[in-house]
C-alpha cells in the first residue's frame, strides 16, 4: 500500500510510519519543515515538504495522486484560534476532497476522544476552537465517498506502548476518557489502514488489554 501522512514529522506519525515502512508499505510524510527530512527519513518514509496551510486543493491532489491512503495527522498546536481553524478544519477539508479527486479513497482521520458537533466546550475554554475545527472537518469526512475511518484516542502519553481499549461513540459499552500511548495510537493506524471491517466507523480508545490486531 502506498499511504500519504500528513503531519509526518509529529511523534504519532513518526511511529506510524516506521510500522508501516517495516511492514512493507510505501510512505510518502508530508512536513513543513525541511530541516525535519533526515528524521523522517530515517522511519522509511520519503519526506516531501508540503505547506498544507497554504497549499490549494489542487496542490493537495498533485501529491496525492499514485497513492492508496491518506493519514491526516496533522495539526496546528492549539494556541491561536484562527491558524487551528485553518488548519484542523480548511486545510483538512482540502485534503479530502483532493483525495477524491486524485482518486485515493481510503482516509484515515486522527482526531480525539470525545470529538463531536456537540462536544460540549465552552467558548471560554482555549480547547474550544480545535474542539469546534476537528468536529467540523470529521462531519465533513463522514458525508464524503471515501472510505474513511476516524480515530479519537484519548490523553497522549510517551508510555511503552501496549493493549487498547476501544468504544464507538453511542454504544452502551462506551468507555471514560483516559489515557494512551503514542506506540498504540500509531500501531492502531497502522493495523486499521489495512482493515476493511473499519471503514465507515469511529473507533475511540485508550489503553487497555485488547491486542490492537483484535480490539475492534
Same mark, same amino acid.
Do not use: C
Given at each position: ?13 513518526? *511511529?506510524?510510519?516506521? +510500522? ?7 510512505? =510518502? ?13 530515517? /522511519?522509511?518514509?520519503?519526506? %516531501? ?14 501529491? +496525492? ?10 495539526? #496546528?498546536?492549539?494556541?491561536? @484560534?484562527?491558524? =487551528? ?16 479527486? #486524485? ?11 470525545? !470529538? ?7 467558548? /471560554? ?10 468536529? !467540523? ?6 458525508? =464524503?465517498? +471515501?472510505?474513511? /475511518?476516524?480515530?479519537? @484516542?484519548? *490523553?497522549? =502519553?510517551?508510555? @511503552? ?18 489515557? %494512551? ?6 500501531? %492502531? ?11 465507515? *466507523?469511529? +473507533? ?10 483484535? #480490539?475492534?
Amino acid at each position: 500500500m502506498r499511504v500519504v501522512i500528513v503531519g509526518g514529522h509529529g511523534k504519532v506519525a513518526l *511511529r506510524a510510519a516506521r +510500522l508501516l515502512a517495516q511492514r512493507g508499505d510505501e510512505v =510518502t510524510a508530508l512536513i513543513r519543515n525541511p530541516a525535519h527530512a533526515a528524521q523522517v527519513r530515517e /522511519t522509511g518514509a520519503n519526506p %516531501v515538504v508540503f505547506d498544507v496551510e497554504a497549499a490549494k486543493e489542487s496542490a493537495f491532489a498533485d501529491v +496525492l495522486v499514485g497513492h492508496d491512503a491518506i493519514v491526516w495527522s496533522a495539526g #496546528a498546536g492549539g494556541g491561536n @484560534p484562527a491558524r =487551528t481553524q485553518a488548519v484542523d478544519r480548511d486545510a483538512a477539508i482540502r485534503s479530502m476532497r483532493a483525495a477524491a479527486a #486524485a482518486g485515493v479513497r481510503r482516509y484515515v482521520m486522527v482526531s480525539y476522544f470525545g !470529538a463531536s458537533i456537540d462536544h460540549g466546550v465552552p467558548e /471560554t475554554d482555549s480547547f474550544h476552537a480545535y474542539a469546534e475545527a476537528k468536529a !467540523a472537518a470529521d462531519d465533513f469526512l463522514r458525508g =464524503t465517498d +471515501l472510505q474513511w /475511518t476516524i480515530l479519537g @484516542p484519548s *490523553r497522549l =502519553t510517551d508510555e @511503552p506502548g501496549g493493549g487498547i481499549a476501544v468504544s464507538e461513540p453511542g454504544t452502551a459499552h462506551r468507555q471514560s476518557k483516559g489515557a %494512551v500511548s503514542r506506540d498504540a495510537v500509531a500501531a %492502531v493506524i497502522a493495523q486499521v489502514l489495512h482493515d476493511r471491517s473499519t471503514v465507515g *466507523r469511529q +473507533l475511540e480508545f485508550n489503553d487497555g488489554p485488547d491486542a490492537v490486531g483484535s #480490539a475492534w
